[in-house]
Every structure is written in structure tokens, then in C-alpha cells.
């Protein structure tokens, strides 16, 4: 039977960031998502400084998905990506959590160094949530001190790799650090962060190649939601209505 994935991290909702600019675009990619084996997708609307969620932004991302979720073949959740900064620390977590789970999905900033990304995740935490941290093998901090990620993932946030960090779509050293996750048993998922058709999801090559590398029941945990509690139903309905999964 073929790995049914879940897909914590990707931006397939029109949000005003940098992910999809339509329903259309994000239809398309969340169909071809499906068709590439995903089951349940995260849709992950970036919050930034630059982007922060007002009020007015959240009720055009909610339109926007339940949209998009009446309408794509897979079972669509949203969630939010949040990019460190201290303007969250006033807030409650809860408001950015993975829609039917207890995780915060957080990015440690491409550049520059940890710190505030280290106190918004003890600010998740505070509020009995877990941080996930988004594509380390992507970000500074780590590649110059990759302990950094051996560090995190001991504190019990689990560590989230780009599915095209490992099909090489970055850096060779983002390649290297993705395996390295791997191969040190510190990644917990590998998720898309697929933004767009030209950056689509890849999670079935990148399936392929983790299975080859590590064994299928090591490659299946990181790519079907198990590790983190999280399953598609096996039904594959090519039926494009919402799939009802029970709750996690
Ligand atoms: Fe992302």
C-alpha cells in the first residue's frame, strides 16, 4: 500500500505572504499534493513582523481556507507559521496552534542568531503547548552550530526538515544538515513547506529517497504524522469533499 503523508507545514492558502496568490493556484497545489500521496495537509500562513495576523488579516485567511478545504480532495487544517518576535510573548499561543493538535509551528530566522526564536518556543510551552521547529537544516543558527538542532530536539521540540532540503533544492549544506537530522535520528517530520507550483511539495521523492537511506518503517514515521500523533484516514477518495478524520 502507498504511504498516505501528512503535511504539517505548507502555504497553499491565499494569505498575503509569499505562498500561493489564488484559491486557484491553491487548489492546484493542493491537488497535486494529493495526488503525490498527501492525505491531510497543514495549511501555514506565515505571521511575521512584517506580516503580522490582525484581525481583519485571520478573517480573510479563515475565508480563504474554508474555501479552499470545501474544494481540495484531502483532508485541509490550518495552523501558522510563526517567525520569532517579542510582540508574541504579549499574546496566547493558543491562537497560532495546528488546527486539532497541541503544536506551534515556529521558524528559527534564516539568519542571525536564536534568541527570540528560544523565547517564543518557552512562551509555547508556558501555555502546555510544544513548539515544532520549521526547517532548521535552513537557518544560520544551525548550519554554524549544528548542536543548536541536538539541543532543541532534546528539550522535546520536535524538529520539522523541508522535504526539498533533502532532494538537494537549497544548498548542499542545507542537503547535508537534513540528512544529518535524519541520519542522527533527531528529525522528527518531514513536511513540504510547498509554497507554490514552481516550489511544489515533493514529498513522495523526498519519501523515496528517506526510505532508501534509513528503512521504511523509519521513512513512513516521518512522513505519515505518526510520530507526532497526528494519521490520515485510509480511505483515498478521489471524491474532492472534506475527509472526516477522527479526532487526534
Ligand atoms: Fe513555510
Do not use: C, K
Amino acid at each position: 500500500m502507498d504511504p498516505r503523508f501528512v503535511d504539517i507545514h505548507s502555504h497553499v492558502v491565499p494569505s498575503g505572504d509569499d505562498g500561493v496568490q489564488s484559491l486557484a493556484e491553491g487548489l492546484g497545489l493542493a491537488r497535486d499534493a494529493f495526488e503525490h500521496g498527501t492525505r491531510l495537509l497543514y495549511a501555514t500562513p506565515h505571521v511575521s513582523p512584517a506580516l503580522p495576523l490582525t484581525e481583519e488579516r485571520q478573517h480573510r485567511i479563515r475565508t480563504a481556507f474554508d474555501e479552499l478545504r470545501e474544494q481540495t480532495p484531502l483532508e485541509l487544517r490550518l495552523g501558522f507559521e510563526l517567525t520569532p518576535m517579542a510582540s508574541f510573548l504579549a499574546e496566547d499561543p493558543w491562537r497560532y496552534v495546528l488546527e486539532q493538535t497541541e503544536f506551534v509551528l515556529v521558524e528559527i530566522p534564516f539568519v542571525g542568531s536564536a534568541e527570540v526564536f528560544l523565547e517564543v518556543g518557552e512562551w509555547i510551552e508556558r501555555a502546555g503547548l510544544t513548539p515544532i521547529v520549521a526547517h532548521p537544516e535552513r537557518t544560520e543558527a544551525v548550519l554554524e552550530n549544528p548542536g543548536l538542532a541536538d539541543e532543541l530536539a532534546g528539550r522535546g521540540w520536535p524538529l520539522q526538515v523541508n522535504a526539498s532540503s533533502l532532494l538537494g533544492r537549497h544548498t548542499p549544506e542545507m542537503e547535508r544538515q537534513g540528512w544529518r537530522l535524519i541520519d542522527d535520528a533527531l528529525a522528527a517530520i518531514v513536511a513540504s513547506d510547498g509554497h507554490r507550483a514552481t516550489r511544489p511539495m515533493l514529498l513522495d521523492d523526498a519519501y523515496e529517497l528517506t526510505r532508501t537511506r534509513v528503512g521504511e518503517e523509519r521513512a513512513l514515521r516521518l512522513f505519515d504524522g505518526t510520530a507526532l500523533g497526528l494519521a490520515a484516514e485510509p480511505t483515498a477518495s478521489q471524491t474532492p469533499s472534506r475527509v472526516a478524520l477522527p479526532g487526534v
